[in-house]
């Protein structure tokens, strides 16, 4: 049998929460969907993730969430890592850094899935490898589930091109994060990995990657400091929908989402 992952790329703000309530229960019918994972490190403000936050999504159906970069960016969400165990951060941030960077969940039919976040290093922070860690945390989960995602939040194309070949047959999907732009690649790798650079953004699409449009313009044309605003016209959900089946851990299709919120 196989099994359905929905990923919903890069919740921002309040916008991207909307959209999530308004759509999700659809899609999962639609897609006869049995784990819903979404990266969440934007979901407060455009930036971070608090506890209110996470439990109303939570509320609306979303079952574990990934992050990045910033995760950080909450204060309440630093010990709020250590004891939510449907959320991890990037696995190669260096020890005791809160919370862990994979962690296994299961679907309400009982299938066990492993979930590794890696953060890239390109244009990003200067982290643990991404290409080794994703070897450390892929040895602990192998024991429990051939079932594997990871979301790779990483800045270059290359970098996560990269990653999905180095994966490629040893884990179910590699889904890129953090651009906010999704992308048109996705496709089943020659071992039997779906990837995708980029699953895109659920927020407000007139904007700049989720924020007021007149505010990081002003940036680039001055290089001062600017405070960002989350935007709040077009809405959209963007994500991926991925079949795997369950015995061998291996992708059979994966399909872009984009749907309209207005």
């Not at 696995?91 to 299961?106: C, E, F, H, M």
């Not at 860690?133 to 192998?142: P, V």
């Not at 999704?182 to 007139?206: K, V």
């Amino acid at each position: 049998m196989p099994v359905n992952i929905l990923f919903i790329g890069d919740i921002v703000g309040k916008p991207g929460r909307q959209a999530v309530s308004r759509e999700l229960h659809r899609l999962v019918d639609r897609h006869c969907i049995d784990l819903v994972i979404a990266n969440g490190e934007n979901a407060s403000g455009g930036f971070g993730i608090t506890v209110e936050t996470a439990r109303e999504l939570f509320a609306c159906g979303i079952q574990f969430f990934t992050t990045g970069n910033h995760v950080w960016d909450k204060k309440d969400a630093l010990e709020y890592l250590n004891r939510e165990e449907r959320i991890v951060r990037p696995a190669n941030y260096p020890a005791g850094a809160p919370g862990k960077g994979s962690r296994l969940v299961s679907t309400p039919g009982g299938v066990t899935v492993g979930v590794i976040n890696l953060e890239g290093r390109i244009f990003m922070n200067n982290l643990e490898c991404p290409f080794l860690t994703a070897d450390r945390e892929i040895e602990k989960l192998t024991t429990s589930t051939r079932i594997i995602f990871v979301d790779f939040h990483a800045e270059a194309t290359s970098e996560k091109t990269a990653l999905g070949w180095y994966l490629d047959g040893r884990v179910s999907a590699v889904v890129g994060t953090h651009t906010h732009v999704q992308t048109a690649d996705e496709r089943i790798l020659t071992a039997g990995t779906a990837y995708i650079t980029d699953a895109g953004m659920t927020g407000a699409f007139d904007s700049v990657i989720g924020v007021r449009k007149d505010e990081p313009i002003q940036k680039f044309l001055t290089q001062l400091p600017a405070k960002f605003e989350v935007a709040k016209k077009d809405i959209r959900l963007n994500g991926v929908v991925i079949r795997i089946d369950e015995t061998s851990g291996k992708a059979l299709s994966i399909e872009r989402i984009n749907v309209a919120c207005e």
